[in-house]
Antibody, heavy 117, light 111 residues
Framework: EVQLVESGGGLVQPGGSLRLSCAAS????????MSWVRQAPGKGLEWVAS????????YFVDSVKGRFTISRDNAKNSLYLELNSLRADDTAVYYC??????????WGKGTTVTVSS | QSVLTQPPSVSGAPGQRVTISCTGS?????????VHWYQQLPGTAPKLLIY???NRPSGVPDRFSGSKSGTSASLAITGLQAEDEADYYC???????????FGGGTKLTVL
């Protein structure tokens, strides 16, 4: 079964950092682009970042550029999102998604990040 | 303000047909990039509903269909059922932003 499981969310103070992880199984992880998508409470979906199969290309939404980093470890079938300089408006459920021909065909259940003092 | 524009809400009675529009611009849908649709049931993660404008993943009923024309796309749901009550999002790629963009989402209410 194709599966994505996120972890690492939690409560963090403004200006703090967090590292999210996504464990992939049931498919050949190293052959797919991967993405992070977030959803603020009561709001819509927002694409956050994407990374190529070998990690050589990375793209970010403007609002997180310079603060968030996306990476992957194909040997561990894992995707990561490092969140730095966190702000209240980064509060959201963060979803890991498999990115295939410009769409997200498999989604995890999400992990919640709350930025608050 | 989302790059792709959707109506905030639509509604219909069981058995009826509803459509949800998604309007973009010349840097995304109008540039030839495909439109994809997602269904998000209450309290759950999004699920791919339509990809490549018109294609249904395995397991998605043929009551759901997609179309695209110019800078817009539409999702149609026929034979509306109570379990279709959910939020629906369109998504495409924007070459100016070098990334994916979503519509603001449409809440479907089954009356």
């Amino acid at each position: 079964e194709v599966q994505l499981v996120e972890s690492g969310g939690g409560l963090v103070q403004p200006g703090g950092s967090l590292r999210l992880s996504c464990a992939a199984s049931g498919f050949i992880f190293s052959t797919y682009w991967m993405s992070w998508v977030r959803q603020a409470p009561g709001k819509g979906l927002e694409w956050v970042a994407s990374i190529k199969q070998d990690g050589t290309k990375k793209y970010f939404v403007d609002s997180v550029k310079g603060r968030f980093t996306i990476s992957r470890d194909n040997a561990k079938n894992s995707l990561y999102l490092e969140l730095n300089s966190l702000r209240a408006d980064d509060t959201a459920v963060y979803y890991c998604a498999r990115y295939y021909y410009f769409h997200m065909d498999v989604w995890g259940k999400g992990t919640t990040v709350t930025v608050s003092s | 303000q989302s790059v792709l524009t959707q109506p905030p809400s639509v509604s219909g009675a069981p058995g009826q047909r509803v459509t949800i529009s998604c309007t973009g611009s010349s840097s995304n849908i109008g540039a030839g990039y495909d439109v994809h649709w997602y269904q998000q049931l209450p309290g759950t993660a999004p699920k791919l509903l339509i990809y490549g404008n018109t294609n249904r993943p395995s397991g998605v009923p043929d009551r759901f269909s997609g179309s695209k024309s110019g800078t817009s796309a539409s999702l149609a749901i026929t034979g509306l059922q109570a379990e279709d009550e959910a939020d629906y999002y369109c998504q495409s790629y924007d070459r100016s932003l070098s990334g994916s963009v979503f519509g603001g989402g449409t809440k479907l209410t089954v009356l």
